[in-house]
């Protein structure tokens, strides 16, 4: 950091004409656009670098309108703010949103005394006409992303503070606010900045996109990424019009969203004659190529979240989807929300739509609570199956004696304490439909044979009567046991695997999705119900850390129970009522050179004289270097180690880097 007087010196040299020093290290930002705002702030403002000023604040009153007024940006970055405060408040970052006038709405800060800055707080004007160049300020009249590395900013008074800022763009193309990254730290170096202001263009980048589905919740989107911290999207009628571009779609087309709304698709696109069924082909990939270009764009096609209804709705209609576009109307899971933002659950479902409609048996492994049975559902709503049952039947919560009557039905008379008319069972049930066998591994082999008979017939005889019906359905089996080991041990009938396996997906555990802190979020959205609750920093790293052997089942448990013990609208990790494990003392934080503690009393695993010990070692060295190149950021590091969060935790702990 320039001490005052070569502070101004530089802005002064630079502003009237000279260049950028380049033995002073700076922000990752356009040399030209510092030098653009260092003039505005000299010729138009009539601003003295070196002058002390003061940064305005508005009234509480003053600041709960303007946050009303900002109401749906607020509620969209509030889940992306707590999780990005995660993996940067380590740093000493601390996160807020601004409006587009230029005023904090709302922050994230730990508040340390080191790294905060209180004229940062809520309600603080942070236009370049009033506190010179600074993240905000200078985002909003340049219209782009800005880091500001200390000097960079006019005033000096500010130099000890750095940020990265992004401006957040609503579903009209129009700039509705912006993302700051800062931090008080005179010593901050380039590349920590740089670092955090990729991070900035992907907050800012995901904020727009909520905005955007939510406003064309109704529509089809065509999702182009462009690249890092850069989506196009465009949504599209049923009759191929667009209906609305965002920002990046606009600057991809070269028109205004205005002026582009209500025209065909195809007079921007070559047209694809596979688009000709958008429910069918939704979730799937493509390349499209634009008018005025060589090289085509790849395309995925994201569904509506929310149909038109039919008729007036009433209050019990049903519920809507939410902020995030989980839900149907019906209150049942897409397939779209049951990939959320995982890589592997994204393969999943363009899988399974490719055999929708097929007559293939689906079999859908995954550990218990994973969402197999919301899986199999929503593969049945979007199947030409939609308007007829869905039929689930649990192989594991049935009786032995009374699989046969449940499932394969019986007819008047065939036992005692049968019903007279007698009972149709659950294949006759599903007929035309949809039959889910949940829990299929632990079926009992007599039971695994007449099944089977049935698949390959299609013919079901019920219990006490010679009279068989043919039935149409669409079989959808799941399990978490290894059907593999059960097959081996003669428990599971290897024809039958082979007559469900029709397709095979494998729906990965909880604590290896990607997306967990999204899951998080989308699920405290729901359970709030409207309420402002929020997770303290604490609590985000219990549920980070948490192996979840009970999956998104027991994390939904997990957190309705803490909104509803929780005080003043804030989940603290007591809250969350996780069995803690204990582990050893911790050991001292990691660094770029940290190596494992020599202990001889340490598990065989991770002592350096086995096998195992040495993997160890290695991976903990890594862990530790990754760390240290991510300034400490948990999320940085395990996106360099693509690994999830949780699993970086969970081998924190391990190594005794935290406690």
Known sequence: MLDVRDHVSRIVSVAGGGALD??????????????????????????????KLR????????????RQAADELLHFSRDEIDTAFAAVSLAGFSISVANAAGHVLAERSNYHCDYYSEVERPGTLWTEAAAGTNGIGTCLVERRPVAVLTNDHFFYEFAPLSCAVAPVYGADAEIVGAINLGIRNPSLHADTLRVVFGLTLSIADRLGERLFRNAHRRNHIL???????????????????????????????????????QRSLWSVFERDPRLVDLDRLSGSEFNLRLSSASEPVSVSLIAPTERPAARPATPNAGRTADAAGTATASGQLSLDACAGADGRMAANVRFARRLIGGGLPLLLLGETGVGKDAFAQAIHLESPRRSAPFVAFNCAAVPETLIDSELFGYGSGAFTGARREGSAGRLVEADGGTLFLDEIGDMPLVQQTRLLRVLESGDVTPLGSGKPRRVDIQVIAATNQDLEARMDAGQFRRDLYYRLAGGVIDIPPLRERSDFDDLVAG??????????????????ERLAAHAWPGNIRELRHVLARAVQICDGGVVTADDLRLRVVPRRAPAAAPS????????????????????RGAAAAAEREVIAATLARCSGSVRLAAEALNVSRATLYRKLRRYGFVS
């Open 22 to 51: 380049r033995t002073v290290p700076h922000a990752p930002q356009e040399p030209r656009a510092m030098t653009r705002s260092w003039q505005r702030c000299l010729d138009d403002y009539g601003f003295d670098p070196g002058q």
């Open 523 to 540: 699920l405290m959205s729901r359970l709030a119900g409207g309420r402002p609750f929020v997770l303290d920093p604490a609590a985000v």
């Open 223 to 261: 999702r182009l990424s462009l690249e890092p911290g850069k989506t196009a999207l465009i949504a599209v009628d049923r009759g191929f019009q667009i209906v609305g571009l965002n920002h990046a779609a606009c600057e991809l087309l070269q028109e205004s969203a205005r002026r582009t709304r």
């Open 592 to 611: 770029a050179d940290a190596g494992p503690a020599s202990d001889d009393r340490r598990p065989n695993d991770e002592r350096t004289d086995t096998a």
């Open 55 to 66: 940064i305005d604040a508005v009234s509480d009153a003053e600041l709960k309108r303007q």
